[in-house]
Nanobody, 119 residues
Framework: VQLQASGGGSVQAGGSLRLSCMRS????????MGWYRQAPGEQRELVAS???????SYADSVKGRFTIFRDNGGNTLYLQMNSLKPEDTAVYYC??????????????WGQGTQVTVSS
């Protein structure tokens, strides 16, 4: 499975961006997909995720501002980011959790896309 992320850029605080992540065909079931971010000097953190059943979860820091969703075919994952803050500045990565065998999951990562929010 290959993931191709896009949509990053530079915006002013209060602005919006939409990230996209296109997924190639997967030979394994996908349990969940998500967006992570990593700021300089920080650990990678989960921003939002969506399961195969459509259940969504968000980091507390982005609740009410970010929305994760996917297209009807499930091949493209999106992250709509509104009311952006300077602390949202990071490299954003999309991920997919593949059920390779029963009870075993492998996480696949896309390349990062830079989001920069200026005050």
């Amino acid at each position: 499975v290959q993931l191709q992320a896009s949509g990053g850029g530079s915006v002013q605080a209060g602005g919006s961006l939409r990230l996209s992540c296109m997924r190639s065909r997967s030979p394994f079931p996908i349990n969940a997909m998500g967006w992570y971010r990593q700021a300089p000097g920080e650990q990678r953190e989960l921003v939002a995720s969506i399961t195969s059943r459509g259940e969504k979860s968000y980091a507390d820091s982005v609740k009410g501002r970010f929305t994760i969703f996917r297209d009807n075919g499930g091949n493209t994952l999106y992250l709509q980011m509104n009311s952006l803050k300077p602390e949202d500045t990071a490299v954003y990565y999309c991920s997919a959790d593949l059920a390779i065998v029963t009870g075993a999951v492998r996480t696949v990562w896309g390349q990062g896309t830079q989001v920069t929010v200026s005050s």
